[in-house]
């Protein structure tokens, strides 16, 4: 029997969350007696293959096909189950990325397995399979008892920690053995943001909302995350105003973060937008109301004007790296 784990790459590149997905992973199989499998699909370099050995993989399967360098979710599916099939696996671990929440379900219908989602912690077993996932936006907890021979874990990336587990592994290469139909549905064009850590992927992250009273004063947050190495992000209200793009709108309606810091800067803390970062390891609250409402979920506050103090806590930060540089 094996850990069965879906490592997903992008453009050839590991995630960091697919590294702590491996190691999670590998950390059952120890647990269990197992073994730990990965499966990559795409075209991934041999360097990027032994990463997943790294972070404690036995084994390693690289599937590849001219159709799958893009992200195909019924194709992907297929592979994974398949595989997993054939590896015995009554454990199967998928990151809860977007990609993840795309596949695992499939995955989960073709392996006739229970599915758990955003999970954020390992199992316990001796009553049962059960494992805890948040709910409500992260504002309560569940334990689920998975009851079925095979599970599906999709787990909640920048949850558990990323540490080397390094062991020889085996690598070997296997046929996509997919159909043309397969690919009823195929991605047209991508586009990617550039330039910047993903705020998904971020430890840090620096947000504003309409307390910046504009975009041409965006330049304070970015000074601030450029020095922290954050990535910079925003309230709905802002976003909506196109003081910035989309992309960075953290919230209950926008994207879903849970970086070990977050710093709102001029953002009241609306429920909406708690929902989309309350599972933040640190909050710091930055406004000059003090009756404002994220105060009350920040671990730390700061009560002020954000046009003085930002450029403060920038020239403390660069003096604090430059002495540990």
């Not at 992973?25 to 699909?41: L, Y």
């Not at 979710?73 to 977007?98: D, G, M, P, Q």
């Not at 006739?112 to 954020?120: N, T």
């Not at 992250?205 to 965006?218: A, I, M």
Request: net charge neutral.
């Amino acid at each position: 029997m094996s850990i069965f784990v879906f490592a997903e790459n992008s453009e050839g590149v590991f995630k960091k969350s697919t590294l702590e997905a491996v190691r999670y992973a590998s950390e059952i199989a120890g647990q269990s007696a197992s073994s730990c499998t990965a499966i990559s699909i795409g075209q991934v370099s041999s360097e990027q293959l032994n990463q997943l050995a790294v972070y404690g993989a036995d084994k390693i399967i690289s599937v590849s096909h001219d159709k799958l360098n893009q992200f195909v979710a019924e194709a992907y599916a297929k592979i994974i189950a398949h595989t997993a099939l054939n590896e015995n696996a009554r454990i199967v671990i998928i990151s809860n990325t977007y990609s993840g929440k795309s596949v695992a379900p499939r995955v989960a219908a073709k392996l006739k397995a229970g599915i758990a989602s955003g999970v954020i912690s390992y199992p316990k077993t001796d009553n049962g399979f059960v494992v805890r996932r948040g709910v409500f936006s992260g504002k309560a907890f569940a334990d689920v008892n998975l009851t079925t021979a095979v599970k599906v874990l999709a787990v909640t990336p920048n949850t558990f920690d990323l540490t080397e587990n390094s062991k020889p592994a085996q690598i070997i290469t296997a046929d996509a053995g997919l159909n043309d139909s397969d690919f009823m549905t195929t991605p047209v064009e991508v586009s990617r943001v550039t330039g910047k850590i993903p705020l998904t992927e971020a430890e840090v992250v620096v947000s504003g909302g309409r307390g910046l009273k504009g975009p041409e004063n965006w330049g304070l947050i970015e000074n601030l995350a450029q020095t922290l190495g954050a990535a910079t992000a925003c309230s709905k209200p802002v976003s909506d105003m196109h003081w910035r793009p989309h992309d960075e709108h953290v919230g209950q309606t926008g994207i879903t973060i849970k970086p070990n810091l977050y710093i709102a800067v001029g953002i009241s803390g609306a429920i909406q937008h708690l929902a989309g970062v309350s599972s933040s390891k640190v909050i710091v609250a930055i406004n000059k109301d003090p009756e404002a409402p994220f105060f009350k979920a920040a671990d730390y506050g700061i009560v002020g004007d954000a046009f003085e103090i930002l450029p403060k806590l920038t020239e403390a930060a660069q003096k604090l790296k430059a002495q540990t540089a």
